[in-house]
């Protein structure tokens, strides 16, 4: 089955760097774009990065785009997020996804906690 186990999360403060992973099995990997999300408390869970199949191509939202960078290693089967200059409003748990047959698979999540 499909599993996403999400690590690198802690407490930073503003202006910080966190490296987050997250290793998949249970699928062809290298077939599928790989998103992360991030939700804050009593937010909506938000788009943060999409990474394509081969890592060629890769999306960010409004928010992140210049301080986060996405990539993936397919040989390893993990997707990343290099975060860079954090900001309090970055604090949220991030979740990292994957789409296949209509089906959304997520992770259990790690926590970012941006804070002086």
């Known amino acids: 089955q499909v599993q996403l186990v999400e690590s690198g999360g802690g407490l930073v403060q503003p202006g910080g760097s966190l490296r987050l992973s997250c290793a998949a099995s249970?699928?062809?990997?290298?077939?599928?774009?790989m998103t992360w999300y991030r939700q804050a408390p009593g937010k909506e869970r938000e788009l943060v990065a999409t990474?394509?199949?081969?890592?060629?191509?890769?999306t960010y939202a409004d928010s992140v785009k210049g301080r986060f960078t996405g990539s993936r290693d397919n040989v390893k089967r993990t997707v990343y997020l290099q975060m860079n200059s954090l900001k309090p409003e970055d604090t949220a748990v991030y979740f990292c996804?994957?789409?296949?047959?209509?089906?959304?698979?997520w992770g259990q999540g790690t926590q970012v906690t941006v804070s002086s």
């Open positions: 996804n994957v789409k296949r047959y209509d089906s959304n698979y």
């Open positions: 990474i394509t199949s081969g890592g060629g191509m890769i």
């Open positions: 249970g699928f062809p990997f290298s077939l599928y774009a």
